[in-house]
Every structure is written in C-alpha cells, then in structure tokens.
C-alpha cells in the first residue's frame, strides 16, 4: 500500500475544512496558535514513517498525556487501579462537576479530567512525591518516542495553571469523597505539566508503537504492558478517547484513538501501525475537527479498522 501517496490525498483534501473550528482559545498560552495547520503521521511496527504537512512542528498533546500516565499506573496498581477510577464512557464533557458529585467522587474514566487527576494522584503516591512522578512520567514518554529530548512547554502549564479552577475543583471535590490522596495544589501542576508536553506528530505517532504492538516496543523490544493491559487501554481509547463524542469517533473512524485540545490525536491499529493527526482548530466538543475527518478518510482509504 503506497501509505505516503494516501497521506497526501488526505491533506489535499482536508485543507478546506481547515478554516473550520476554533483553537482552545480558554489556556491563553494555545489561543495563539496558528490555526490552519495540519500534520499527519504514521509509524509501522518496524519503525518506517510516512508524514505530511507540518510533521515537524511541536504542538502541545495535552490530554493524549492520559494514555501514558494510565499505562503507567495500570502496570502498577493492576487491578487495584480500578477501585479509584472506572472505564466507562462518560456521556458528559471532560470536565464535568455534576457526574463526580453523583458518583462520589470515582470518576467515570482515566480519560476525562477527574480521571487522569486520580492517576497522576496515583503515581504521586506511588513515587512518594510530586517531583518524583512528573520525571518518571517524562522519562516514560521519552522512552516510548525513543526521544530524550521531549519537553513540556513552561508556558503553556503555567497558562493552565493560572486558568485550572475547575481542574482545582474536580481535585478538591474527589480529595472530600475521600479519593485524593496528596496535596491537590501539587498534583494539579504535575497534572498541567503533563499535559504541556510537547510533541510532532512523527514523535506522537512512534510514542503509540507499544499500543500497537501488544504492550511491547516492537522497536525495543522493551515490555511496558502486559498484552492483556494494552488491550484494556486501547479499549478504554476506543470507548472513552474523545470524550462525549467516543461513540461518534468510533462510529466513523473505528480506530482506538485519544484526542487533546491541542488539536492532536493519536490513533492506533493493533499490530499494523500508529497514527497521530495534528489540526489545532477543534469542533463542538473538544476534538480536532480536521484531524477527525483526516482519520476517517485514512480508515475509508485503506480499510485498516478494528471492525
């Protein structure tokens, strides 16, 4: 299959729907971002890449950080994870108030924001200080980009940072239900720290390799997940990527793939390849608008899909 001539179609044919969709305009550090780019990248499971459009500019991944700090608690606390965050798609936006109070503060999922605060406050735990489990975080996704020199952006974390009150509020209200276990000031900017990493879409789409791959860096050859562990985060990505609108995402793209209000997303198919989509304008609900489609049309194109 000619993947370099189908990535090329694609972007020709994205580019009107380029203009559509906004920026997340409410984190002052991404409203600046010029928004009528678009990158796209995959990497099979022997390492060869296919990119087009502006592969090799570094945008904020945000909330894609979620699947790499859940793989990491997962191989930790197995099981165990569950009994503080569930696997359930939501059904409500990513950083809903109203579902955590109903349900007691369990969030539905490690995708929405309760849910990856819960798992950062886990590797917290687990590594016994703040610190301590953002650069084991950093370290873990430097070594599945096979990148040392990945980085967060200090700008944009201080930016969310300086805007986070509703993140401050999910924390303090899971913290009084009595599923936070450390200080929630300082998860929290671990939390913003971890979603201001920043990536291309070549480095995004080679980081998802062991998703594709059965846990194991094909690359490597590292194990960072059990087979039976990377098919519960790829469900997990296939059900609760794209917040309340997973369903839809599945529906027309029937890839596992997890979205970030920067504009990513980063989509996997099991044993062939992973891919990652970079278009920061978004739609309605949070996700890549031309980054959607743009996966939609590489599924539709090479009939490589789940289903």
Request: proline residues 3%; glycine residues 8%.
């Amino acid at each position: 299959m000619n993947y370099q001539a189908i990535l090329e179609e694609i972007y020709k044919e994205i580019k009107p729907e380029l203009k559509r969709g906004k920026v997340a305009d409410y984190i002052p550090a991404l409203a600046r971002v010029k928004k009528e780019q678009f990158a796209m990248s995959i990497t099979l499971l022997d390492g060869t890449n296919y990119s087009v459009g502006n592969f090799d500019t570094k945008f904020s991944i945000q909330s894609i950080t979620k699947v790499f700090t859940f793989s990491m608690a997962l191989k930790i606390y197995k099981d165990n994870l569950y009994k503080r965050v569930g696997v359930e798609p939501s059904g409500n936006p990513f950083n809903s108030l109203v579902q955590l109070e109903y349900e007691n503060g369990i969030p539905r999922n490690p995708f929405i924001n309760a849910g990856a605060l819960v798992v950062t406050d886990s590797l917290v735990s687990f590594y016994q200080d703040e610190f301590k489990a953002l650069e084991k975080i950093m370290h873990f996704v430097r070594e599945i980009t096979q990148n040392s020199a990945i980085e967060f952006n200090q700008e944009v974390a201080k930016s969310e940072w300086e805007h986070g009150d509703r993140n401050l509020a999910l924390a303090h209200l899971m913290k009084s239900f009595g599923n936070f276990e450390n200080s929630v000031e300082g998860v929290v900017k671990t939390y913003f720290k971890q979603c201001a990493i920043e990536m291309t879409t070549k480095e995004l789409s080679r980081s998802g390799l062991y998703l594709a791959n059965k846990g194991v860096d094909p690359i490597s050859q590292k194990e960072f997940l059990s087979a039976s562990q990377a098919k519960r985060v790829n469900a997990v990505m296939l059900t609760c990527g794209h917040y309340d609108a997973s369903g839809e995402f599945a529906y027309h793209v029937g890839l596992p793939g997890k979205s970030g209000v920067g504009g990513g997303i980063l989509a996997i198919v099991p044993n062939v390849m992973s891919i990652a989509v970079f278009a920061p304008a978004l739609n309605k609900y949070g996700n890549s608008h031309a980054g959607t489609l743009a996966l939609e049309k590489f599924t539709s194109k090479t009939g490589l899909s789940i289903f």
